[in-house]
């Protein structure tokens, strides 16, 4: 348990601290973001912060990590492993996508379908990576069976697993990208799924069928991902004290893939997955916005139900103010992790 608290606190104090230096290496290469011109015009003035800061979430909250299973003298665990690995290719997608802004001066880096299929690959080693290394029980890292607040009973042919995991990386980490487009808005809800891992990272701990007598957990490493998830949620708050209204920095699509793939690899090694839906609610509502105002687009040839995708951006062309949006947007990201962890505890006390 105290190694949650380390990782935590260290993610937390190395990112509050190599941000600002990170910014002014930004600043001083010109490493600006660059804006959309068919974006709302208030975000014209945003024009030329500092972006790719995702840089700075992934190395703090591998520290974090790293820092609290010295002191603690605790092995890495490989579902850790696996997580930041992924965590790591999806950051590397992202810089790269990043870069390409930045290198050509435009809003758009990569092509949509070049990135779908870089995280799609990654994604897909990922999965099967996962089904693999058995610790002694023989348990892997994430199962064959698909998960809701635990394993069902529904198995899957390993080819399922690995398509499965392909569907919950990318609609995770593009649903934490398209979330993006505020200050501290994706940053502020990734917080709180975060923390609502650790919680189900520590009770599945202190529910795991070793110790257990009824209504056990069969997970790897739960309280393993505990601090995982503790380390990346302690690197997204000392981010988000650049990162708030008026941003100093932007975590890029550098750091907004990388969060959403922690997410979905969180939820798969902590055998949680159709969970992730209320924990990551907001993401889901943005993402359905999107898919409901291009969907529309096509099929009625040319109208739209939203003045603009996504969805927060629909209210700022409604007059509503940057900060008023992201705190009421906040609300709703904490109600539906409220929810989610609502599910989860009432399943337990249901079984």
């Given amino acids: 348990m105290r190694g949650i608290l380390i990782a935590g606190a260290i993610a937390f104090l190395l990112s509050f601290l ?3 230096v990170f910014i002014k290496v930004l600043t001083r290469k010109g490493f600006g973001q660059q804006i959309r011109e068919d974006g709302p015009k208030s975000h014209l003035i945003k024009h030329g912060t500092p972006t790719m800061g995702g840089v700075v979430l992934i190395l703090t909250a591998i520290l974090g990590y790293l820092i609290s299973h010295l002191v603690t003298d605790v092995p890495l665990s490989t579902s850790a492993l696996l997580v930041f690995g992924l965590v790591i290719a999806l950051g590397a997608i992202g810089f790269l996508d990043d870069w390409l802004k930045v290198f050509k001066q435009r809003s758009l880096g990569l092509r949509a379908r070049e990135k779908l299929l870089g995280q799609a690959l990654v994604a897909g080693v990922f999965g099967y990576l996962a089904t693999q290394f058995p610790d002694e029980s023989g348990n892997t890292p994430r199962s064959l069976y698909l998960s809701t607040v635990r394993d069902t009973g529904i198995k899957m042919a390993l080819i399922l697993v690995i398509v499965w ?3 919950l990386v990318l609609s995770a980490s593009n649903g934490v990208n398209l979330t993006d487009g505020l200050d501290g808005l994706a940053t502020g809800a990734a917080i709180m799924s975060f923390l609502a ?3 189900i990272g520590v009770w599945k701990f202190g ?3 070793e110790i257990a007598v009824s209504n056990c957990y069969v997970t790897r490493d739960p309280l393993d991902m505990a601090v995982v998830a503790a380390a990346l949620a302690g690197a997204c708050a000392g981010f988000l004290w650049w990162n708030a209204s008026p941003a100093r920095i932007f975590m890029g ?3 907004a893939l990388a969060l959403g793939g922690a997410l979905a690899g969180l939820a798969m090694t902590l055998r949680t997955e159709l969970l992730l839906i ?3 609610g907001l993401f889901v509502i943005i993402t359905l916005s999107v898919i409901i105002q291009t969907g529309y687009f096509k099929i009625s040839g040319g109208k739209r139900v939203f003045k603009m995708a996504p969805l927060q951006h629909h209210f700022e062309l409604l ?3 940057e900060v008023t949006i992201v705190i009421r947007f906040w609300i709703i990201a904490g109600i539906c992790v409220a929810a989610g962890l609502g599910l989860f505890y009432a399943q337990w ?3």
Wanted: proline share 8%; charged share 10%.
């Fill in 18 to 20: 190599l941000t600002p």
């Fill in 165 to 167: 995991a392909i569907i």
């Fill in 197 to 199: 891992f650790v919680l």
């Fill in 207 to 209: 529910q795991r069928c």
């Fill in 253 to 255: 699509d550098t750091g």
């Fill in 278 to 280: 209320p924990l990551g």
């Fill in 319 to 321: 007059g509503w103010g």
């Fill in 349 to 351: 006390v249901g079984a």
